[in-house]
């Protein structure tokens, strides 16, 4: 069990550029020289949150180097530490160091869980999570909570339309004995408006919601003191290898790879690898719709109970197919990228997520997109969106949460059995029999499949944001319970924002425009004025061209008018810059300076 | 006349962050307590350019400040320094200080214009352009130059396109008498390709360009030494007016103005007027029509010579509306800029360019955009687009060249008369008489409008690219006159690239996948398939959609993959990144350092 002094945290705090109340109320740059004027400096419990001092005990291990060459004692002489090799490293290598990992605190733990999940409040303890679990959790608890009543509006409106189009269809039936072409025409105007209502609302919707998260994200990045955080010379990850040479950019010897030998295995390996998984997510919609179409053929000759089951085999397999396919891709993913060899950390995790993210957009939307586009099924498209929100919303649960809680109870939990008289090193040990978290991936990827299935499709199915507001709102008390409970607690350094995330949500806003504007084109009005000759099919898609550009344009507009900070937290960051510029340059004209005040 | 002494120059180059060559032989970011390592630095005359000496002046006297209350002798009691007012700009603004600018080199400008505008040869002087005048117009004359060369691939391509279609044509001529069906066949099979490379390959064209003229761009920056240029707070422009208040970010008292304000003077102000005179070029471009149509009724009418002028009269009137109404908004929006009262000169150039820029779009390309999109008139578009490129490249050469040196030579030059006898003294005040530089402004938007031409347009008339060639060829000379021989120097600040040009390309770039796939459409061959019912409209608009929507991908893609750095840049930015960052490290962390070097 290691911690570390006062003095250590303080200069890494400085060191990582994290902000800290000062004594005028305000957040400022910590500096080590000036710590005094930062509130609660001497108290180290109250100063630095649990996961900030877990993250700093971490980082300054992984810092440490070796002044000269020495060996480990008890061990070979290829373990030899050399001057400036990392010594963490090699000593995890060597396997003298077999893991490390954060203990939790089971009083703060207790306490949160009481203000996070076992009560009924509306509102999350975002502070406390941010403490104990750091900012990579902070800020998807946050993102997850910001989603979840940003989702109101759209729920909102989706219900009334249902509630109108009903409503209007109600009426239609009830007057179609008395004059049948006014209502007809009535009915027509405003299902249209439905129709289109949703669509246009969806698309600004996704814009504004993005905007004011991005905004909300700033004001907890400076809340949370990680508005301006230093830029660090990130070091080679433990697996990059390389022929040894000198790092042009920081002058010393280590691996070295080129980069176009990194282009090249890119090109020739990963994007024909990711590209045959695609391939063979198509092949497996084909193969579904083939099928379909056979056991259909057969159950209409035989028409017997096992034609009758064998109408869901397609279905059934092609679930299984998809689902081995995405595991398959995972793994595949995950040697591809280390066979990239990169560098940095940062560089491997962006090109993991973003072939990971690549097929999951394709496995999740290919049969929707199809059925949108090629088939051009509205029916169908609805019914398949309301059942796909159905199932993977309840699979999902079902996987996250019920069963990690089984096998904790029945499993691993009577092996851990522990009481109040324990000693506190017992406690800490059990820990490590807890599964190590697997980290917030699949958290995010559900969020953005839902998000997907909102901006995208959500025309045609006005429920989604009602089917998702009311998952979403048990979804934060799943995860929440399953972070505290069910895994071991894990190191999170202190980030300022989603970081590749926010793209993706940002994309898939951009796509939702182009969906939307085709899904208008096919909607059943429009349809239904164009059978009745009075509007050509050129006019209908030409319509929607310019639809498109202009929500699209629209959309630019609105984004930039809704700025990315909120304008306090913009003074905030110049006035951080403008800091420490000026602490800089007092550094580099020390006797200018003195020359001043003499001449004063 | 000022200048500055050796030392204050070298702290000056520190400060503003520009890199010098290390005693390494490459670019280091200059440090002053560093400077025996970095070549020439004892040496004035070579180690700083005559653009940066001058820059550095203008910047030192501009950040003078007064150290205590001042009374400037002479003047009114309102002109009183006060503790850390700036004295550059109270001296200005009482009248002390007319006038501030720098000097030409008779020497050095002799022999630039020697190798830059009197000789045939093909490359430009581009390194003592950026010595002499500073980087500003170092990147304008580099942005021309790798523009005119990159000219010659669509130069090429519109060349052979129009040979090739002359030829096919004379074939079908030729043939007309024998079998008729096979070559009309053929025709339209070569014709369709012409039209269609021809837009595909301007699209990509004006990607690549943009992409490989930011790779040049950075390395030009490295070679000049602006690439790490040190980011400064910016002080408030001179006009700048509102409440005395403490500035959040520096702490200062200073006049402060709130956000909110401008913003709504924007609102309610600026945009009403930009789109006042958006609407009037609309106005002016109906009126024209309709005023031709007049016109043209009388003279089938009259017939006679009178009603034959009166053929020309809508044209000359909309050119001289055209000229009016450009000349009066260049003063408006100079005005609602002024009023929208921003802070920092930077802030104001952006919003005034913008304004410049919205409206030169619309009155430049709305008469083409109107013929292309409604009228649907491929051949006008192509007699249009023809005119507009020959009048407009006279015109602009006439005035920007011909007329000032008309000016020089004969009003301006014999009250400057000046032999080699002359003291030194009058030299100079001579050049008090030149006219004061008007800026790159007009210069830059005369290639946007250019590039307009080309990347938006071009598909319809092939030849675009010739003109602009050979009319570049000629501009780089006059302009290279024109700027050593009718103006005055003027300042320039160390810049890494072109600003906020880069990003109007960028934009008019993307406009071009657009306007070129409604082109398709709009293609003779198209549309013969399409009278002849091979083709549906709708089906000709889906696949000009697809079009568009598969391009703006490839172009992203194309982005994407050439990196905006050359390698060898990004290496060394990253360095000097890392350099800077340890230097950080080991100010902040010298007890540490001095307990390591102990431990050893």
Not at 495 to 518: K, P, R, T, Y
Request: charged fraction near 20%; charge should be negative; glycine fraction near 4%.
């Amino acid at each position: 069990m290691i911690s570390a002094p006062r003095c250590t945290l303080l200069q890494a705090t400085e060191e990582l550029g994290l902000c800290k109340t000062y004594n005028t109320g305000e957040m400022e740059t910590f500096s080590y020289d000036d710590r005094d004027n930062f509130t609660h400096s001497d108290n180290m419990e109250i100063f630095l949150t649990l996961a900030e001092k877990q993250y700093i005990v971490k980082y300054e291990l992984e810092g440490l180097r070796a002044q000269r060459d020495v060996r480990i004692p008890g061990l070979d002489d290829k373990y030899t530490l050399h001057h400036r090799d990392n010594i963490w490293q090699k000593m995890s290598s060597a396997g003298v160091v077999v893991d490390t990992f954060p203990l939790h605190n089971r009083v703060q733990l207790k306490e949160l869980g009481k203000s996070w999940y076992s009560g009924n409040r509306l509102s999350q303890p975002l502070d406390s999570v941010n403490a104990y679990f750091g900012s990579t959790m902070g800020f998807y608890f946050s993102f997850l909570d910001f989603y979840t009543w940003s989702l109101l509006p759209p729920a909102i409106l989706g219900l009334s339309i249902t509630y109108l189009s009903s409503e209007v269809q109600k009426e239609a039936v009830e007057a179609m004995a008395g004059l049948e072409a006014e209502i007809h025409k009535e009915e027509s105007g405003l299902a249209i408006s439905g129709h289109m209502v949703q669509a246009v609302f969806s698309m600004l919707w996704s814009t504004v919601f993005m905007e004011l998260w991005k905004r909300r994200s700033s004001s907890l990045s400076y809340r949370w003191g990680t508005l301006h955080l230093a830029e660090r010379f990130a070091e080679p990850r433990p697996s990059f290898h390389g022929d040894l040479g000198v790092n042009p950019v920081t002058g010393r010897v280590e691996p070295l790879f080129p980069e176009w030998q990194r282009d090249l295995r890119m090109a020739l390996v990963s994007i024909p690898v990711v590209g045959l998984f695609l391939g063979m997510v198509v092949l497996g919609m084909l193969c579904f719709y083939w099928g379909e179409n056979q056991v259909m053929r057969l159950h209409e000759e035989w028409d017997s109970v096992v034609s009758q089951m064998l109408l869901y085999a397609p279905s059934v397999l092609h679930i299984v197919y998809t689902n081995v396919l995405a595991t398959l891709y995972k793994t595949v993913a995950q040697s591809l990228t280390e066979f990239e060899n990169h560098r940095e950390e940062s560089a491997f995790q962006n090109h993991l997520t973003a072939k990971v993210l690549v097929f999951t957009f394709f496995n999740y939307f290919a049969v929707l997109f199809h059925i949108a586009f090629v088939k051009q099924d509205v029916a169908l498209l609805r019914k398949r969106l309301a059942s796909l929100l159905l199932i993977t919303q309840l699979v999902n649960q079902v996987t996250e949460v019920v069963v990690p809680f089984l096998v904790d109870r029945f499993v691993s939990a009577p092996h851990r059995t522990e009481s109040e008289d324990d000693p506190e090193e017992d406690k800490f040990r059990n820990q490590i029999k807890l599964p190590v978290f697997p980290g917030l991936f699949a958290e995010y990827i559900e969020l953005l499949v839902q998000f997907g299935y909102l901006s995208l499709f959500s025309c045609v199915y006005p429920l989604t944001a009602v089917l998702l507001l009311i998952n979403n709102v048990t979804e934060i008390r799943s995860d929440a319970y399953k972070v505290c409970k069910l895994f071991r607690k894990s190191f999170s350094a202190p980030v300022a924002n989603m970081g590749v995330w926010q793209i993706a949500f940002e994309v898939l806003s951009f796509v939702a425009v182009m969906s939307n504007c085709w899904l208008l084109t096919l909607s059943p009005q429009l349809q239904r004025l164009h059978d009745e000759g009075h509007m050509s099919s050129t006019n209908i898609v030409l319509m929607a061209i310019t639809a498109e550009h202009v929500l699209i344009i629209v959309k630019v507009i609105v984004a930039a008018l809704i700025p990315d900070e909120p304008d306090w937290i913009r003074k905030k960051r110049a006035h951080m810059q403008y800091t420490s510029m000026q602490a800089l340059r007092q550094q580099n004209l020390p006797s200018e300076e003195a020359q001043i005040s003499f001449n004063v």
